[in-house]
């Protein structure tokens, strides 16, 4: 059965350094999403992509943050200077685009800055 | 804007049947999705309701009153692979964003 991949499992970082989670989504879907999910908390929607461009975006999403899908399988979250509180698990999701109702995800990248 | 409210913990006996409630509010409604969520694992997809009613899946339903904004989950049979937490979730403001409650941490006791 095809699944969302999410590279690293764990990723520990520096206050202020750059970092860049991975995802693959679903080959046939059209529909890519991040969330981020602070330990215990509810899952937080960052963003949505869709046609190589955002669709929507949360206020979470600010302009240290960015995406993008470099080639045709791999969808990227960056954030440029990372900050004690993006400390969070980070989750990729895919569909297929009928509505954002049922959406694969991936397994997520831990996100640790110290 | 939407907001979902849930209990934040429901505890049941195994083999006994429980009922997560979810009530929400929005600006536009167009149906509400369940997740389920293991400790350290990633959401999983359970339901989805359109429109009024209850909707089976094996162990599994989930109902839907539009007039009073409220759904419901409802575990059967309950084992104890079913502890885990269960979020609601509506989209948001566009079809490209899912807003999420905070989630009801099933507890099942043997």
């Known amino acids: 059965e095809p699944e969302v991949t999410q590279t690293p499992s764990h990723q520990v970082t520096q206050m202020g350094q750059e970092v860049i989670l991975r995802c693959v989504p679903i080959?046939?879907?059209?529909?890519f999403y991040w969330y981020r999910q602070i330990l215990g908390q509810k899952v937080e929607f960052l963003v949505s992509?869709?046609?190589?461009?955002?669709?929507?975006k949360s206020e979470i999403f600010d302009d240290q943050f960015s995406v993008e899908r470099p080639d045709g399988s791999n969808f990227t979250l960056k954030i440029r200077s990372t900050k004690l509180e993006d400390s969070a698990m980070y989750f990729c999701a895919s569909n297929d685009g009928t509505g954002p109702y049922e959406q694969y995800f991936g397994p997520g990248t831990r996100l640790t800055v110290t | 804007g939407q907001s979902l409210e849930q209990p934040s913990e429901v505890t049941a006996v195994e083999g006994a049947i429980v009922q997560i409630n979810c009530t929400y509010q929005?600006?536009?409604?167009?149906?509400l999705s369940w997740y389920q969520q293991h400790d350290g694992g990633a959401p999983t997809f359970l339901s989805y309701n359109a429109l009024d009613g209850l909707e089976e899946t094996g162990r599994f339903s989930s109902f839907l009153s539009r007039s009073d904004s409220y759904g419901y989950l409802l575990l059967q049979e309950l084992q104890m692979k079913d502890s885990a937490s269960y979020f609601c979730a509506v989209r948001g403001k566009s079809n490209y964003q899912l807003i999420w409650g905070a989630g009801t941490k099933l507890i099942i006791k043997p």
């Open positions: 080959s046939n879907h059209l529909y």
């Open positions: 929005t600006s536009g409604f167009y149906g």
């Open positions: 992509f869709y046609n190589n461009e955002i669709s929507e």
